[in-house]
């Protein structure tokens, strides 16, 4: 998949943080694989995943990225606040995309414990942050692709 010329934002939280950095990793690892530029790319970190869309939103609307990838991961506890913070990332997300036009990826791991989202952030599960990169880069040049159409 080439992303030479792609714009990339990158909305990452920094609750869980030992999880988050290595779907960060994932990420940047496989957009300069892509052939990414790493100034072609911007990294923001936000509180927790509940913050992730509205980030997702401005670098959207900014003009300045082809594509924008949010990054967390969001465990469960025992109480509900996992199920709310869990769908308004999801749904938050989802909205960027549809609003805006700009391919904006759900790179966000939603887990029972700590080990399962190790396992999906580079253990035997691969990496979300990986997977979120390349739909973020393939998507965006479908996009490129139809608008030139």
């Known amino acids: 998949i080439n ?59 900014s003009g300045r990225c082809d594509a924008v990838i949010c990054l967390g991961a969001v465990i469960r506890g025992e109480t509900s606040h996992y199920d709310m913070v869990a769908g308004q990332a999801q749904g938050g997300a989802g909205a960027v995309s549809m609003d805006t036009g700009v391919p904006t990826i759900f790179g966000v791991l939603t887990t029972e414990n700590l080990e399962q989202a190790l396992n999906r952030a580079g253990g035997k599960s691969g990496n ?18 139809i608008n030139t159409a």
């Open 128 to 145: 979300i942050g990986t997977n979120a990169a390349l739909a973020a880069v393939e998507t965006a040049s479908v996009l490129a692709a």
């Open 3 to 61: 992303g030479q010329g792609l714009r990339v934002g990158i909305a990452c939280a920094r609750f869980n943080e030992v999880i988050t950095k290595l779907l960060l990793d994932g990420a940047l690892e496989t957009l300069a694989r892509c052939g990414v530029r790493d100034s072609d790319i911007t990294v923001a970190w936000v509180p927790g995943s509940f913050e992730l869309p509205v980030v997702a939103h401005a670098f959207a609307k």
